[in-house]
């Protein structure tokens, strides 16, 4: 009777101590401004994990011998990590996704060809809206290993434009008008270098290349 009393005693008391210690890790991860995601999800599992821990000692202390029990717990966790092996891939992908911030709501992405604007951010997906308003999902778990470009990353970007003339237009009148325009454009940042350059000529006309710097929000205007 007193091992048991003293078991529940232990979990009473245990259960008390994970309580602070969920809600004292909770306050840290605020104050280092953590996802809240990250934070909800790192809670759950060190509090499943503290309860799993507690229980086994509470029936370790009633003289209850747990080694099957951890056999048990053991295999049927390996067994689960194999069979949800893309998920935990995906998960993981997501918790460094949140961590690093690589891309924000809002930026637009591009990887493995496709692209589009991020829309919203998971632990286990990453979705996407398309120029044309189609529903990408990333598996987070290539984002986090693949090959990323983040459009919206610099507050500045390059347009780069190729225009094609009549094979009789004169170059330096075409080149005129293409700095004329760019340089007039309220787009284009008058502080950066606007470039118009005669590229080559072939059997459409004349090809012209013009590149402008602009605010990144300002791109797709220009």
């Known amino acids: 009777l007193l091992t048991i009393i003293y078991a529940i005693l232990l979990f ?32 759950s599992v060190v509090r499943v994990a503290l309860f799993i821990i507690l229980g086994l000692t509470a029936l370790s202390q009633m003289g209850i011998d747990i080694t099957p029990l951890l ?7 390996l067994a689960v990590g194999f069979a949800l092996r893309d998920s935990l891939s995906n998960l993981a992908g997501g918790i460094l996704i949140l961590i690093y911030r690589p891309f924000r709501i809002g930026d637009t992405i591009e990887c493995n060809g496709l692209t589009g ?17 189609k529903r990408i999902i990333l598996s987070n778990g290539h984002l986090s290993s ?16 190729t225009f ?15 700095l004329q325009v760019a340089t007039a454009h309220t787009g284009v940042l008058s502080d950066q270098e606007i470039s118009v350059q005669y590229v080559r000529h ?5 090809e012209f290349a013009v590149r402008v710097w602009v605010l990144t929000e300002n791109y797709w205007t220009v």
Do not use: W
């Open 12 to 43: 009473g008391i245990g259960s008390l101590v994970i309580k602070a210690l969920v809600k004292g890790m909770d306050k840290f991860l605020h104050f280092r401004k953590v996802d809240a995601l990250i934070v909800s999800f790192s809670e």
């Open 71 to 77: 056999t048990v717990l053991g295999t049927a966790g």
């Open 117 to 133: 604007s991020v829309k919203e951010i998971t632990l286990l997906y990453t979705y996407l809206n398309s120029p044309d308003n």
């Open 146 to 161: 693949g090959n990323l470009i983040n459009y919206s990353y610099e507050k500045t970007r390059r347009i780069d434009l």
């Open 164 to 178: 094609a003339v009549a094979m009789d237009a004169s170059i330096e009148q075409v080149k005129a008008l293409l």
């Open 202 to 206: 072939h059997l459409n006309g004349l």
